[in-house]
């Protein structure tokens, strides 16, 4: 098997077709089309199913995807470590989960002070978007809630502060001087989770004071469109405490300070179990632990 067999079939799935990752690596069509085959011959499985409109992925495929990515990511973070030995720039890049970005200005300002040359690109979504990111080391880490119950093998979790739920509306909104969760069952509210995820964060508030969880629920994945529907329509939605005070988000949005208690979550570091940061990377890590205990420090 050949590096550049595996760079072929990458291409070809992230272009979406043979004649796609041709144009992308500036090769022909049949040598892309060799290259894939004789992996497949190799491997002893199909891994691509062509189809009129391109190419699909088989379950063999997906399974040689993640390790194929992973493959690449690890040579791009030796490239790195090589460079470095050379004085050439490094670059770091992470992830950051909404409930996170409240610590990044600070750790970008202590990581400059190692590395002030350093390249560095953050990546922003939610944990069900991150995380396959940082398995198959597109990204070296990544700084989010931990929404999962169980942690995939692949991955190491260090926890580094804890947030508190609160109930947010848009200013002036019509509810906010209510104080009973049960006066909001009926209301309109937002996820920031997949619909098939156990135990989400409405579950967890409306559960354990006996309540139904509301059923007039929007499933949003993406976390600006889900504070711009709640700071422009009258829905509800579920915030950190600390992102609510921390943001400008505050000129929009306002707490519904409801009597019931509120559960709260951890919020830590992603990375691969068996896989080492790049010295940069690693710099970047510890700056994101020192910015978090600064901060816990200080609430």
Not at 112 to 140: K, N, Y
Not at 179 to 186: E, G, I, K, N, V
Not at 211 to 240: F, W
Request: glycine content about 6%; overall charge positive; aromatic content about 6%.
């Amino acid at each position: 098997m050949r590096l550049s067999q595996i760079r072929d079939f990458v291409a070809v799935v992230e272009s979406g077709g043979i004649r796609a990752a041709a144009r992308k690596l500036g090769v022909s069509q049949p040598m892309i089309t060799r290259s894939v085959r004789g992996l497949e011959a190799e491997l002893h499985a199909r891994l691509l199913q062509r189809t009129p409109t391109g190419v699909v992925l088989t379950q063999p495929g997906r399974a040689f995807l993640a390790r194929a990515r992973a493959v690449q990511a690890e040579l791009r973070k030796a490239e790195e470590e090589v460079d470095q030995l050379g004085q050439r720039v490094d670059s770091v890049v992470f992830g950051v989960g909404p409930t996170a970005g409240i610590i990044v200005p600070s750790v970008i300002t202590r990581f400059r002070q190692q590395f002030p040359q350093a390249r560095v690109r953050i990546a922003e979504g939610l944990p069900q978007t991150l995380l396959p990111l940082v398995r198959d080391e597109t990204l070296d880490f990544a700084i989010c809630r931990r929404a999962i119950v169980k942690l995939d093998s692949a991955l190491a979790f260090r926890p580094l502060f804890r947030n508190d739920f609160v109930v947010v509306a848009r200013r002036g909104h019509p509810l906010v001087k209510v104080r009973s969760l049960a006066q909001l069952a009926d209301a309109e509210w937002i996820s920031l989770l997949p619909p098939d995820t156990p135990g989400g964060p409405l579950d967890r508030v409306f559960s354990p004071v006996g309540l139904p969880v509301p059923r007039q629920v929007i499933q949003c994945e993406s976390y600006n469109t889900a504070m711009g529907l709640l700071a422009k329509t009258d829905m509800l939605g579920l915030l950190s405490r600390q992102l609510l005070a921390d943001s400008v988000l505050r000129e929009y949005l306002q707490q519904i300070p409801v009597a019931e208690p509120m559960p709260s979550f951890v919020s830590g570091m992603f990375m691969r179990a068996d896989t080492p940061l790049t010295q940069v990377a690693g710099a970047m890590a510890k700056a994101v632990t020192a910015a978090a205990r600064a901060m816990a420090g200080s609430a």
